[in-house]
């Protein structure tokens, strides 16, 4: 295994600024899950003019093919979709587009959980290695996969014959920016992110007047009962030792303060890790919500899923390999230990649909005086923005590195 990055690989200060205006555009231009049409122009325009064999998968899916003679087949996954979130940061490339809802309400539209950052420093990785054909040799796969804020991106790209047409990688190596310390990246072996699951809920009532309450069944009434019980499930049936969120998200109800609506819908998320947890939850929420219904004389719920997220895992080899890498890129004290997030990521489908091992990793986004000044925006927060510099470079850094890693030359 290589150890050393050859000056190729290496970012310029010309190339850095480079990267920066890359970021500053992509930030400045987001669209919604599965509507980036003009992002997968640019991102198949970029590669395509980089040399690379170029295809759409997936609806706004790009893939990107650099190939360099016999040797190791890897992949790289960066996600591309923005959030319905109104932009507060005050930069000057801050976002002022705006999108549409599935059901066409139009929203403002945000990077705000720095998926530009991850393009931008995957377009900043696959130029270095286009440039520097005589420093490695394999292929590369370059996935810029849509939807991920709404677990159908990697399925779409999946279904749509991703590795049909694209060479199948014998690993899918992926990142993301966090709040932390810019110029840091953390890593954690085994189960890294959690499954999450996603459901809508129609709770069917009878409408009265306010004044008439014996005439109705009151649907607020039923879907409070609801909401408070499903928050029994992880406190009364869930081992301590065992994690598990239920949240509920949203709940909607009624017009007017003096009449009875016929019906509440309210939105749920579920975390987990463990399947066997997953099941319990599952079956717990279904149940509650039934017989919560049938004490109440109500009609059956409907109860529609939203999204599933599978569970993302980090190959314990694969990952103390790319540890060791990534201490000799960036230094022991710049690479962290993870602990398991309940944050959920659609990434481990694309490796999980060919059977390879799939590593994903994060690096920070703040400098050390926001970090001095308490905690940072979050990730989906309209104030989060990543400090382009070490963060972007950092990026690119642990990219390139991870991809030398298998296909550099000795």
Known sequence: MPNTIPQALKLTDESTAELFETYKYLHANPELSMQEHQTADYLAKRLNDLGLEVARCGGTGVVGVLRNGAGPVVGMRADTDGLPVLEDTGLDYASSAVGNLDDGTEVPTMH?????????????????????????????????????????????????????KAPKPEIMYGQHVMPGLAGTV?????????????????????????????????PIVLGASMVMRLQTIVSRQVAPQSAAVVTIGSFHAGLKENIISDRAVFTLNVRTFEPEVR????????????????????PEPLIEDLSHFPPLYNDPHETAQLAEQFRLEFGNEQVLPGSQLMGSEDFGALGAAIGVPSVY?????????????????????????????????TGVRAAVRALYSKVGKK
């Not at 986004?365 to 070490?390: I, W, Y």
């Open 112 to 164: 705000a959980c720095g998926h530009d950052t991850h393009m931008a420093t995957t377009l900043k990785t696959a130029e270095l290695y286009a440039g520097a054909k005589d420093a490695w040799a394999g292929t590369l796969v370059f996935v810029l996969q849509p939807g991920e804020e709404i677990g159908a991106g990697a399925n779409a790209m999946v279904e749509d014959g991703l590795w049909d």
């Open 186 to 218: 953390t890593l954690m072996s085994g189960a890294a992110m959690s499954t999450a699951d996603s459901f809508r809920v129609t709770v069917y009532g009878k409408g009265s007047h306010g004044s008439m309450p014996e005439h109705s069944i009151d």
């Open 279 to 298: 099941d319990v939850v599952l079956s717990s929420i279904r149940r509650i919500i039934s017989a919560e219904a049938q004490a109440s004389g109500a």
């Open 361 to 393: 990793w994060f690096f920070g986004g703040n400098d050390a005086e926001t970090l001095q000044a308490g905690a940072p925006p979050a990730n989906h927060s309209p104030f989060f923005a990543p400090v382009m510099d070490p963060s972007l470079p």
